[in-house]
Nanobody, 121 residues
Framework: QVQLVESGGGLVQAGGSLRLSCAASGRTFTTYAMGWFRQAPGKEREFVAAISWRGNTYYAESVEGRFTISRINAKNPVYLQMNSLKPSDTAVYYC???????????????WGQGTQVTVSS
């Protein structure tokens, strides 16, 4: 059974940093793109960042310059380094796997269960 497991969420003050991790089990996503999405209460799930298997990165405008997505290789976790956090970044963060990098949720075949990030003002 394929599983994506996120970790690293928590409570942080505005201006602080967190690093999220996403580990895969059950298979390796050697040629898959990995993405991070987030969903705040009462809002739709939205794209945050993605990284192709070649290492090309893509970001939502709202996080460009503050967040960094990275992966060493397909066998290692995918990370989302989040700096200069704002209260508007508060959400459940999900990692997901897709055959190609995309900003659209429906392009992703595998999803983690999510990890809560709360940024206090």
């Amino acid at each position: 059974q394929v599983q994506l497991v996120e970790s690293g969420g928590g409570l942080v003050q505005a201006g602080g940093s967190l690093r999220l991790s996403c580990a895969a089990s059950g298979r390796t996503f050697t040629t898959y793109a990995m993405g991070w999405f987030r969903q705040a209460p009462g809002k739709e799930r939205e794209f945050v960042a993605a990284i192709s298997w070649r290492g090309n990165t893509y970001y939502a405008e709202s996080v460009e310059g503050r967040f960094t997505i990275s992966r060493i290789n397909a066998k290692n976790p995918v990370y989302l380094q989040m700096n200069s956090l704002k209260p508007s970044d508060t959400a459940v963060y999900y990692c997901a796997a897709s055959s190609s990098p995309s900003t659209r949720t429906y392009d992703y075949n595998y999803w983690g269960q999510g990890t809560q990030v709360t940024v206090s003002s």
